[in-house]
């Protein structure tokens, strides 16, 4: 169950880059090195790109043979988080103005 | 031989489906965060006249609660790779760095809460701070069942060894505690960063 293929090496890449990003994320909220709007993109893009690091990296999703159902599920459920997240977002924002 | 040979065939399917039925659990979970995530954005502003959640969180704290918990998901990750190899001892180092970060990790979140309570600002005082301790509570209640987990799977692993059995309950909790790392990269970013901007 744990691939033989997988090393050492990719927790210690998938720790440091992590590391990174956080306080990669970290500094340019703190140093407010880029103006408000800008940051909240900059800090977004790069939870995204540390998520995706540890699915690699940690949770190795895809790597492995035979888990095609997990890859698929996975994806299934990004699909619902989207529509719960963004859809009570959509419909809040609206609600909000509407009774201004 | 052949019935051998099939018994252990019959036990690593068992595994694998007890694998992907865990995975199932963990991506409804997710659904689960997913909910706690958007109340808290929808809510983050009703502080009812009161003082706004920024500047409300000490960040060198909660950046340092980020670390900890990152590197325990490093050192689950080796005491996977330590089993797979068969070296006991070594994994059991890994378990007992985790459990102790992870740990500590919650020992801080309680402190930080208890500060806050502290301060008069309980789950009592307004929406943004209600849903603020839902989405951090549940993380930091689900890290401490898995601590508790944890310390039931290395009973398991001293008692049984490392066989097909207990290496798949490692790597049950090892899904979860990735994926509770997973959740706070999310935390951090929504919860503490958007907030001090």
């Not at chain 2, 601590?147 to 290395?154: R, S």
């Not at chain 2, 059995?165 to 999310?186: M, R, S």
Request: glycine share 6%.
């Amino acid at each position: 169950m744990i691939d033989s293929r997988i090393t050492y090496k990719s927790y210690f890449v998938g720790l440091t880059i992590s590391i990174v990003l956080t306080l990669a994320s970290y500094f340019a909220v703190t140093f407010k090195t880029f103006p408000v709007n800008t940051t909240y993109g900059v800090i977004a893009v790069l939870a995204v790109v540390q998520i995706l690091i540890q699915v690699i990296y940690f949770l190795h999703i895809g790597s492995e043979k035979g888990t095609r159902w997990n890859l698929i599920s996975f994806v299934f459920s990004l699909i619902m988080i989207f529509i719960i997240v963004a859809g009570s977002l959509w419909v809040m924002y609206n609600l909000n103005t509407n009774m201004m | 031989m052949a019935h051998e040979l099939d018994n252990h065939s019959h036990e690593h399917h068992q595994s694998e489906n007890s694998i992907f039925g865990f995975w199932v659990y963990i991506m409804s979970d997710c659904i689960l965060f997913s909910a706690l995530f958007a109340t808290f954005i929808v809510l983050k502003d009703s502080t009812a006249m009161g003082p706004s959640l920024r500047g409300l969180f000490s960040m060198p704290y909660v950046l340092t609660e980020t670390i900890i918990l990152l590197f325990s998901s490093f050192t689950f990750g080796l005491a996977l790779l330590f089993a797979r190899d068969n070296k006991k001892c070594m994994m059991f180092k890994m378990l007992g760095a985790t459990f102790l970060l992870g740990l500590a990790f919650i020992g801080m979140e309680i402190n930080e809460f208890r500060h806050l309570i502290h301060e008069g600002y309980s789950f009592k005082t307004n929406a943004a701070l209600s849903s603020f301790f839902t989405l951090v509570g549940t993380h930091g209640l689900h890290v401490s069942a898995g601590l508790f987990w944890m310390i039931l799977v290395m009973i398991h692993l001293a008692k049984g060894g490392i066989t097909t059995k207990t290496t798949t309950k490692l790597y049950c909790l090892g899904l979860f505690w990735h994926f509770l790392d997973v959740i706070w990269v999310c935390v951090f970013t929504i919860v503490y960063l958007m907030n001090a901007i």
